[in-house]
Structure formats: structure tokens, C-alpha cells
């Protein structure tokens, strides 16, 4: 029988350029904390031509599916989106927006500067770069390993409490609010907080860094009014309604006294973002809080770390019950 010469689809150095691009790609999504989607048909295929070289086993991973691009999968994830970009308009923002209304009161549009970098945030002008940006919806082992602390409401047995446990202290506040409520077996579900409470957005510069964005998307308590005497000295973000400061000043003052605050940008036209998913959430946390319980006196202002916990849930027992207006 002659031989048949195999016709080259890709030369050799081809194949290696692709595979180290294949590599790259997939380290940085895993930096980024995402899990990539697939092909299932594509996958199957790939490991049935690779098992038993060098007497190695290829196979299907154990979460195939559900990571696969299926078109049951496709209707759940774009429910999903729709979801966190309605709250997203609801919570975020544009620094621009404020720019304008600022603008509208005064007059004048106040002139934007860049600020050095310095320990505890930076204000960057990237008008004429547009960050391309995109929802993460599925997470690492890792990272969903590292939640389960994040928004654990007890500690293990010699465990310390964490320096700013912001995202443990709205977990432990829902946590105790659904014990005062009648609630059905699935509502129980919204007062038990986790990653899935949150639409965590990725930004991506020019440089190759990744910047974070979370908002808080649980809906089981509504917003408090503004309350005290007085509430016209509270930033215009709580007056507003606005979910979340754009400023860093503003985002500074919801960090406890003597508790390093994470590294954040203000981007103009985005908003705050921050170095990683952990800290996007704390700080996320910190804004729903300060914006439940901060309130003002014609003298000082109560923050929210200000407020013990039994303070905090008699507040939202209140706001239930209808006598939390006119408060002070």
C-alpha cells in the first residue's frame, strides 16, 4: 500500500507560537480570577486525540459542564448579565455625571488633575483610554474557597477577626436580620450573603493591569432614608442615593480610624476601582453600610463603624416597621 504524505496544516514553530499564546491567556484569566468557558464538542475532541500519549490520561474535568458553552448554560449566564446590569446602572455613577451636576450649580466645570500614586489611592485621567471592561461570573476554587471566610459570620477556633471585615459584618448583619423575619424557605436564601451577591466587573488597562469593581446586588433590605438633623452635611453620594462614592475622599471615610485602606483608582468616567477582588468587595461592603447607617447631627457625623451591631439591626428592625422617619 504506498504511503500517503499527511497534508501540513501548521508548521511546527506555528503550533508552538499558539500554544504558548494559549498558556499566556489562560494564566492571565486565572490572575484575573475568571474561569474560562468552552466548546464542549471541541474539548471532547481534544482529549480523545491526546489520551494515552506518553501514557497520559486526558479526560473531562469533573465541572465540564457546567463550564461548557451550551445553549442551556448560555440562557442562564445571559439572565445573569441582565440582571447585574440593571443593578449596575442602579448603584454606579459615571464620574462624569458628577462632573456635570457639579457644573450645574457652579457655573463652572472644575479643572481635572492628575495626582501621583501614593498608598492609599490615585486619580487617573484616562480620557483617551477606554478601559475595556467585562462582567466575571464564574470563579476560581481558589477564590471560592477564599469567600467562604470572606463572608463567614463566626470564627474557627483560633482564628483572629480580620482588620477590616466589612464583608463578615453585612454577612453577620443579614444573618441576624433573617432570624427576626418570617421568611419561606427560599427567601432564606437572600439573607445568607456569598459571591453570588455580587456582579464583580473587570477593567483592563492599556499596561496589561487589572482593575476590580463589585456591587452588592442582594435586594432583601431595602435603603434606609436619610435621617438626623443634619443629614445636609452628608456627602452628596448618600443624599443622592447614589449606591457608591465616585471620590476617594468620600471612599476614605468609610474605612475605619487605624485600618489601612486599600489601594484604589478614581477613573474618570468609571468610577473607584481597586487592585483585586478582595478588596472591591470590602470596600463595596463599607459603601452599603455607610450608606444604610451614616447619619449627621447639626455638630458631628455617626458612621457606620461607628454603630454596634444590635444598633445597626434596630435601625433596619425600624425602617421595616415605619418609624425610622424624622429619627435623629
Not at 500517503?4 to 499566556?24: S, T
Not at 459542564?65 to 440562557?75: D, F, H, I, R
Not at 453585612?170 to 427560599?186: Q, R, W
Not at 477582588?277 to 451614616?294: N, P, R, S, T, V
Request: net charge negative; glycine share 4%.
Amino acid at each position: 500500500e504506498a504511503y500517503q504524505e499527511v497534508p501540513v496544516v501548521w508548521e511546527k514553530e506555528k503550533v508552538k507560537e499558539r500554544l504558548e499564546q494559549a498558556a499566556l491567556f489562560h494564566e492571565s484569566s486565572m490572575q484575573m480570577g475568571e474561569t474560562l468557558v468552552c466548546f464542549p464538542e471541541k474539548i471532547d475532541e481534544l482529549c480523545r486525540l491526546f489520551d494515552g500519549i506518553e501514557e497520559c490520561t486526558f479526560s473531562l474535568w469533573d465541572n465540564f459542564w457546567e463550564e461548557a458553552l451550551t445553549k442551556e448554560n448560555l440562557s442562564a449566564w445571559q439572565k445573569e448579565r441582565k440582571q447585574g446590569a440593571r443593578v449596575e446602572r442602579d448603584y454606579h455613577v459615571p464620574v462624569a455625571d458628577t462632573v456635570a451636576q457639579e457644573a450645574g450649580n457652579s457655573g463652572t466645570v472644575p479643572k481635572s488633575s492628575n495626582q501621583s500614586k501614593n498608598q492609599q489611592g490615585a486619580i487617573t485621567d484616562t480620557k483617551d483610554e477606554k478601559l475595556q471592561h467585562h462582567s466575571i461570573r464564574h470563579f476560581k476554587k481558589d477564590i471560592q474557597a477564599k469567600a467562604v471566610r470572606w463572608f463567614s459570620t463566626s470564627l474557627e477556633d483560633g482564628e483572629n477577626i480580620p482588620e477590616f471585615p466589612s464583608t463578615n459584618i453585612l454577612a453577620l448583619l443579614f444573618h441576624l436580620l433573617g432570624e427576626h423575619e418570617s421568611v419561606t424557605k427560599n427567601e432564606a436564601r437572600k439573607f445568607k450573603i456569598s459571591l453570588d451577591d455580587w456582579e464583580i466587573s473587570c477593567f483592563k488597562k492599556k499596561t496589561g493591569e487589572s482593575l476590580f469593581r463589585a456591587c452588592f446586588i442582594n435586594d432583601a433590605v431595602n435603603l434606609n432614608p436619610v435621617f438626623g438633623r443634619g443629614k445636609n452635611k452628608l456627602p452628596k453620594w448618600i443624599k443622592k442615593n447614589r449606591g457608591r462614592p465616585s471620590k476617594i475622599a468620600e471612599a476614605k471615610a468609610c474605612v475605619p480610624p487605624a485600618v489601612a485602606i486599600p489601594n484604589m483608582e478614581e477613573i474618570h468616567g468609571v468610577g473607584l476601582l481597586f487592585e483585586s477582588i478582595h478588596d472591591a468587595l470590602k470596600m463595596e461592603a463599607a459603601f452599603w453600610l455607610e450608606l444604610q447607617f451614616a447619619h449627621a447631627t447639626s455638630s458631628s457625623t455617626r458612621h457606620w463603624f461607628m454603630h454596634t451591631m444590635d444598633q445597626m439591626l434596630h435601625i433596619l428592625l425600624r425602617h421595616k416597621e415605619g418609624s425610622l422617619n424624622g429619627a435623629t
